[in-house]
């Protein structure tokens, strides 16, 4: 993939469904201009891959949208977390620019360098954060124009134990962790999450939720949760492949989809 490729695709659904299931970290691509800022060799950049990537989580939204009554709308990121992080603050906001990994990420998840000191991110924010942020703003438009809702449903992994890179990592790491917003995040679409993957969390080990700034904190027509899946329960880890569970949780993530649409 180089630089003049699309770094995003959205799927369409049925066109009555608000529901956007959004996948911004299941990929490995790294274009060749931009693994040139990288420092890592090729053996360690493909082993930071393997803790960093939200393996098959791409998979796990494609088969809810082919199990779903409704089929809903997908926002996938074609591009490599280590691009750019499209859910990070692009500004001080963003805490994990504690561990250098804001927008754009100068520290692994072990926290060692990625990119050489006094590295410049505003190039890679202009040509990849900002129009991935400008597609998802209208792709929220267009469910609240013709459903008069959205439903942002964002699809992580996270591994089974602890990385040096997390800042909130010592608390439990339930099967399935559901990210919440005090504004975004109704009491009726976390009760449908909770139904639907049975064993789940709140809010450990992350927390939050990913909704578009023009949205944020403004229009409560934008509803969102996010949906982190500990990989020992669908893959190998890390980096390996997928198991049977995929498909289990596909199918959970799909009555959630049916339950909210």
Request: hydrophobic residues 40%.
């Given at each position: 993939m180089t630089s003049a490729a699309p770094s995003f695709d959205?799927?369409?659904?049925?066109?009555?469904?608000?529901v956007i299931l959004h996948v911004p970290h299941s990929s490995r691509e790294v274009p060749p201009e931009v693994r040139a800022g990288i420092v890592l060799d090729d053996g360690a950049l493909e082993w930071e891959l393997d803790h960093i990537v939200?393996?098959?989580?791409?998979e796990i939204a494609g088969g809810a949208a082919t199990s779903a009554g409704t089929a809903p709308w997908r926002f996938v990121n074609r591009l490599s977390r280590l691009v750019v992080d499209p859910e990070r603050f692009p500004d001080e906001r963003e805490e994990m620019l504690a561990v250098?990994?804001?927008?754009?990420?100068?520290?692994?998840?072990?926290?060692?360098?990625?990119?050489?000191?006094?590295?410049e991110a505003g190039p890679?924010?202009?040509?990849?954060?900002?129009?991935?942020?400008?597609?998802m703003t209208e792709a929220v438009a267009e469910r609240l124009a013709?459903?008069?809702?959205?439903?942002?449903?964002?699809?992580?992994?996270?591994?089974?134990?602890?990385?040096?890179?997390?800042?909130h990592g010592?608390?439990?790491?339930?099967?399935?962790?559901?990210?919440?917003?005090?504004?975004?995040?109704?009491?009726r679409l976390l009760a449908a999450a909770?139904?639907?993957?049975?064993?789940?969390?709140?809010?450990?080990?992350f927390s939050g939720t990913y909704v578009p700034?023009?949205?944020?904190?403004?229009?409560?027509?934008?509803?969102?949760?996010?949906?982190?899946?500990?990989?020992?329960?669908?893959?190998?880890?890390?980096?390996?492949?997928?198991?049977?569970?995929?498909?289990?949780?596909?199918?959970?993530?799909?009555?959630?989809?049916?339950?909210?649409?």
């Open positions: 959205l799927l369409p659904g049925a066109d009555d469904s608000p939200d393996a098959h989580t791409a250098g990994m804001g927008a754009v990420y100068t520290r692994t998840t072990h926290r060692e360098a990625l990119r050489p000191a006094g590295f890679l924010i202009e040509r990849y954060f900002r129009p991935y942020a400008q597609a013709a459903t008069g809702r959205a439903v942002i449903i964002d699809v992580h992994s996270y591994p089974t134990r602890a990385l040096p890179y997390e800042l010592d608390g439990p790491r339930p099967p399935v962790c559901l990210g919440t917003d005090a504004f975004h995040t109704p009491p909770r139904e639907a993957f049975g064993e789940a969390g709140v809010d450990s080990p700034l023009e949205f944020y904190g403004r229009d409560p027509r934008v509803s969102a949760l996010m949906v982190e899946i500990r990989r020992d329960t669908y893959m190998a880890e890390p980096g390996g492949p997928a198991g049977p569970g995929l498909g289990r949780l596909a199918r959970a993530l799909a009555a959630l989809v049916d339950a909210v649409g």
